[in-house]
Antibody, heavy 116, light 107 residues
Framework: EVQLVESGGALVQPGGSLRLSCAAS????????MNWVRQAPGKGLEWVSY????????YYADSVKGRFTISRDNAKNSLYLQMNSLRAEDTAVYYC?????????WGQGTMVTVSS | DIQMTQSPSSLSASVGDRVTITCRAS??????LNWYQQKPGKAPKLLIY???DLQSGVPSRFSGSGSGTDFTLTISSLQPEDFATYYC?????????FGQGTKLEIK
């Protein structure tokens, strides 16, 4: 079964750090571009970051640039999002999503809450 | 950045109705437009990619059209399971912006 499973979400204080992981299975992870998308409580979807299949091309939303770092380990079939200097407005469910003519496979999401 | 504007923001309809949701891009995105369905507490699901291509497994009552800046998602005959929130998204250039969503509710 083609699957993405996120982990690492937690309650963290403003200014803190967190690392999210996304484990892929059921497909050749190294062949696909990947993304992180987030959704604040009761709000719409916001694209966060993109990484190419071999990790050489990376893009970020302006709202997270300089604070978040996307990476991947194709040997471990895993995608990561290192989040530093977290703010209250980063509170959201974070989804990893595979890109193939659209975001065709999504994980179930992991909740990040930034609050003191 | 390319802005995506959906209309309406919410819509009430009945089972069996034909429904159309529109999405407008702030600049031409060719046909790099995708549609997603999201139900409460669940991840989004890809319905339509490149404006009009139906994702595998998605019922044929869903269809998409458009190019350039104006796009539509049509559900030909609403089923009970179709009541959800729908989002358009452009994949023409980063940031891959989403529309604000259209909540489809039961009348």
């Amino acid at each position: 079964e083609v699957q993405l499973v996120e982990s690492g979400g937690a309650l963290v204080q403003p200014g803190g750090s967190l690392r999210l992981s996304c484990a892929a299975s059921g497909f050749t992870f190294s062949s696909y571009e990947m993304n992180w998308v987030r959704q604040a409580p009761g709000k719409g979807l916001e694209w966060v970051s993109y990484i190419s299949s071999i990790g050489t091309t990376i893009y970020y939303a302006d709202s997270v640039k300089g604070r978040f770092t996307i990476s991947r380990d194709n040997a471990k079939n895993s995608l990561y999002l290192q989040m530093n200097s977290l703010r209250a407005e980063d509170t959201a469910v974070y989804y990893c999503a595979r890109y193939l003519r659209g975001f065709d496979i999504w994980g179930q999401g992991t909740m990040v809450t930034v609050s003191s | 950045d390319i802005q995506m504007t959906q209309s309406p923001s919410s819509l009430s309809a009945s089972v069996g109705d034909r429904v159309t949701i529109t999405c407008r891009a702030s600049q031409s995105i060719s046909r790099y437009l995708n549609w997603y369905q999201q139900k409460p507490g669940k991840a989004p699901k890809l319905l339509i990619y490149t404006a009009s291509d139906l994702q595998s497994g998605v019922p044929s009552r869903f269809s998409g059209s458009g190019s350039g800046t104006d796009f539509t998602l049509t559900i030909s005959s609403l089923q009970p399971e179709d009541f959800a929130t729908y989002y358009c998204q452009q994949s023409y250039s980063t940031p891959y912006t989403f529309g604000q969503g259209t909540k489809l509710e039961i009348k």
